[in-house]
């Protein structure tokens, strides 16, 4: 195993280990034994398979946030903006398929409102990339001014005929948009939770863009230019593209996040859907560390510790798997910079 490797894989178990302390200590507080309650999350969530589908439910858009947020970082950006790319995707996706006529075929209806989250997200991501590429402006500052706008945007959509009237969601869509549920495609033991075909689309995109990344050569350009612009734009590789683009690919992938609870779930978009998952994709890049199963494994994680935190709220509050997060990101970053120095001085010692 490489240092970087190594070094990445001890600082992830030591946020791992200090998130389980801390969930420790705060269970402890509560007055409550943290032993019994960690086996109640266990079991509420891998122990029984309507919580292994809610867990996998929980973890699809956390995947699919995570693959874009990666993707930027991939090459020197940092999207802040998937909360609001994913909103206005949902709100888009969501009327395109409730606007199709009765009965309109899957093989149609499908690629539609796939093709509207796509666009939509990328749409959103249009305005950072291009003042990144063009300007210069930094991406954190705009991705979270385009936040800001998305909500605006989406309630006034909402408000101004996109809605039922009287309520915040949308109508529903025609039966042949909804994504299919996992336990009608044969998996019988997953019946009740909310898992849908999302999952198997999140887990192709994953691939496809690690794929990209690695082979094509727009892809290996792409995380050059976030290796190092100024090299780049001495070897004529066009930098200000690589970057737009990789900034609309990012908001692209982050808007299919919302095809999950709009279309896998609820079959229709309503204010709020999705919140949270723009946000918690940035956890799921940093402790997936840009390999593929890093990232499935990081949106597993976080999955859990959502529908846990549903699972122990009797006995504690589920804010607490919500501190146990914060501390396991906290805790990652921090060893990763402390672990990478001692394994540098370590080679330096043998070396002298």
């Given at each position: ?95 395109v ?18 093709a ?34 998305a ?105 299919l ?7 896998g ?50 006995r ?12 396991v ?11 990478r ?12």
């Amino acid at each position: 195993m490489s240092p970087q490797r190594r070094a990445a894989l001890l600082a992830t178990v030591a946020g791992i280990a200090a998130g389980w302390l801390a969930f420790a200590l705060l269970v402890w507080a509560y007055g409550e034994s943290p032993r019994e309650i960690a086996g109640q999350l266990v079991m509420g969530t891998w122990g029984m398979p309507y919580g292994v589908g809610q867990v996998l439910y929980k973890a699809t858009p956390l995947l699919l946030t995570g693959v874009a947020v990666d993707l930027a970082l991939r090459a020197g950006l940092f999207n802040i903006g998937a909360e609001g790319q994913l909103a206005v995707a949902g709100l888009v996706a969501a009327s395109v398929g409730a606007s199709l006529p009765m009965g309109t075929s899957a093989w149609l209806a499908l690629p539609s409102v796939v093709a509207a989250a796509l666009l939509a997200g990328g749409a959103w991501a249009l305005i950072p990339a291009v003042l990144r590429a063009r300007f210069g402006a930094h991406e954190v500052i705009s991705t979270i001014m385009m936040n800001r706008i998305a909500d605006a945007a989406v309630g006034m959509g909402l408000a101004r005929g996109l809605a039922v009237p009287g309520t915040v969601r949308t109508p529903d869509v025609v039966q042949g948009a909804r994504l299919p549920r996992l336990e009608a495609l044969g998996l019988a033991s997953l019946h009740g939770s909310a898992v849908s075909l999302a999952l198997p689309l999140a887990l192709v995109v994953a691939v496809l863009v690690a794929g990209w990344l690695a082979r094509s050569r727009i892809g290996r350009e792409t995380i050059l230019v976030g290796l190092s612009p100024s090299a780049c734009a001495a070897e004529r590789i066009p930098v200000a593209r690589r970057i737009g683009g990789a900034l609309v690919l990012s908001g692209a992938i982050a808007g299919l996040a919302a095809l999950a609870p709009a279309l896998g779930y609820k079959g229709y978009y309503e204010s709020g859907m999705g919140a949270g998952a723009g946000f918690g994709g940035i956890a799921v890049a940093f402790l997936g560390r840009g390999h593929p199963v890093g990232l499935v494994l990081a949106a597993l994680l976080f999955g859990t510790l959502e529908q846990g935190g549903l699972v122990i709220n009797a006995r504690v509050p589920m804010e607490v798997t919500t501190v146990l997060q914060g501390v396991v990101i906290v805790a990652v970053a921090l060893a990763d910079s402390r672990v990478r120095a001692a394994l540098s001085l370590s080679r330096r010692r043998v070396a002298a």
